[in-house]
């Protein structure tokens, strides 16, 4: 019989269909995984690599349940409901949060539901704002000193950190303050370096609990704090996803840092902050306040494990600044400096330029500011979020109606509104000329107060013709050497005053110039009649100067002693209203603009 018969082959295919159709859809098969991007970058010269740049997360993503709430919407989210009372189900530190989302209110459920929907309770402040959306997602680290912060935290900073769930205080030395644990950041620094730098001999005597520091002398520790503290503010919280280093006079916008970070992916390597430069050096300002994500860490712990010891440690005591060593830092882990400039600001409402490119932008941090100033700005927050949730963003043009708009009048003395833009001197001699020509003018009008009054107190009397003429003689001998000396010296002076003037083309550049450094209001007219002028400032120093602004500024009082020169500051309101309404005409949705 043939090997092939028809019954066979027949046979074969069959049986090969038959598997091939289980294989296909009767067994069960891994479904296909999408793969996370690889945020990496080519390994340092001359070390392999042993292992990923970017070590696996220390903790897993899942997605959040779903929670009714009381008004019958569906909503995919922790945050809290618009009766200000939080959602049913908390965020655990763990897991990541959802998106909210809200559907249609659900007929169903409330025809079903025999009994009216329950009041919401009254939640207690501290816990309402520690349990917002993103907080558990985000710590919180403040870099301070003994000298600096003493055994009391400054009351901005307070209540910044009462609705803050993780928080850290690293200080040069161990203890306790205001119920929070003080972290040494120096601790772990190898004895060699420190016999190697004098200021560890402070470092020394800071340890002894009734020792009271100098800030000069504490200052020269402050440097050596940000590498060490870096990495143990990691080791303490590896599954935050956020950290933000701040300075005891940051002043941090709570519900602004959330919605940003809940912009951001946390797996993506992010060094952030408002920009600065030390040589060829871009770093982030530290009173601005630091964000570095949870990718950032994991690569900056790798390095530092590696390097710190034999390299940085050496770096950081010949550089000047602690700041500017971590952006190195960074640089050797891989990890890019993106600016966070106008969120993080190193301004205070009084100094910043108020124009439009900060207008529609959410403010996040201000740095410096007075005890005064930190307190409105805690109260303003507390009552923006009341009103309008923790989704809402405070933006700059908000803060300008509080901070900046009730200081604006046309003309303030003893203020100085910082106007740089345009500056206009006297002329050489000018207050001299101007101040002899003022008592010139007042002796004249005493002169002819007098004249006036002798004609109205005594009638004249009759005099005999011999008497009238010897009269007149005397008075034309007696008033002929005063007229030349009051009428001599004035041309003169108006010869030297032309001459010195025929040196400028002042056709050219108009009478108004000419004469705005001679007094305020002639500042204010030349405000007034430049169509880009926002403000301006006068000072009789010297021949006295004008300054001009284009941009908005508040500034500041200008305190002077007695004989010391006066700043006089004024704005042109009605163009400052006319310019702030067309740029919040762009502000339908804030500007983030961070890397976008």
Known sequence: MPLFTPSRVVAV???????????????????????????????????????????APAFDTQTEAKATNTLGEVAVTSSVAETGAPAADKEDEKTSTAVPTKAKPSTELSSKSSTPAPKPTPVDPKKFCRDVKGAPNVMVIVRTSK?????????????????????????????????YEVHNALDDIRETTKTAHEEFQEYEKLQAADYQPKESQAKELDKWKFLPMVYKAYKMKPEVRFYMFIEPDTSLSWTNTLQWIGRLDYRIPYYSGAPTFLGDVRFAQRGSGILLSNGALRQYVKAYDERYTHDWEARVGKECCGDMVLATA??????????????????????????????CVPMISWHHLSPEENEQL????????????????????????????????????????????????GQEGGQETKAKEEKEKQDKEEDKEKEAAAGTKKPEE??????????KATTTAEEAPKETAAETPKPKSTEASVSKRETIDW??????????????????SLCERAEDCL?????????????????????????????????????MVDRIQKVTKEWSNDCEKPKWKFNQ
């Open 378 to 425: 805690w109260g303003l927050q507390k009552n923006w979020t009341s009103r309008n949730g923790w989704e809402l963003p405070f933006l700059f043009r908000n803060a300008f109606e509080h901070f900046a708009e009730p200081h604006l009048v046309s003309m303030k003395e003893d203020w100085d509104n910082i106007s740089s833009d345009t500056k206009v001197e």
């Open 462 to 471: 009759s005099v005999k013709p011999e008497e009238s003429q010897e009269l």
């Open 147 to 179: 000298a600096t912060i003493g055994d009391k935290l400054p009351t901005n900073l307070k209540k910044l950190l009462a609705c803050v769930p993780n928080v850290a205080i690293f200080s040069d030395h161990t203890g306790k303050i205001d119920d």
């Open 535 to 571: 403000q301006w400032k006068y000072t009789d120093k010297g021949n006295g100067e004008c300054h001009l602004g284009k941009v908005i500024r508040v500034g500041r009082k200008a305190e002077r002693k007695e004989g010391e020169p006066r700043w006089t500051s004024g704005w």
């Open 330 to 359: 960074m640089r050797d882990a891989h990890v890019e400096f993106y600016s966070a400039f106008p969120l993080l600001q190193g301004e205070t409402p009084s100094s910043l330029d108020w124009t439009s490119r900060h207008w």
């Open 13 to 55: 295919v069959l049986t090969l269909t038959l598997m091939s159709f289980m294989w296909t859809y009767g067994l069960p098969h891994q479904l296909a995984q999408p793969a996370l991007p690889i945020i990496n970058h080519d390994s340092p010269q001359g070390k392999p690599i042993t292992e990923p740049l970017i070590p």
């Open 507 to 524: 056709d050219k550049i108009g009478e108004q110039v000419k004469d705005a450094a001679e007094s305020a209001e002639t500042c204010k």
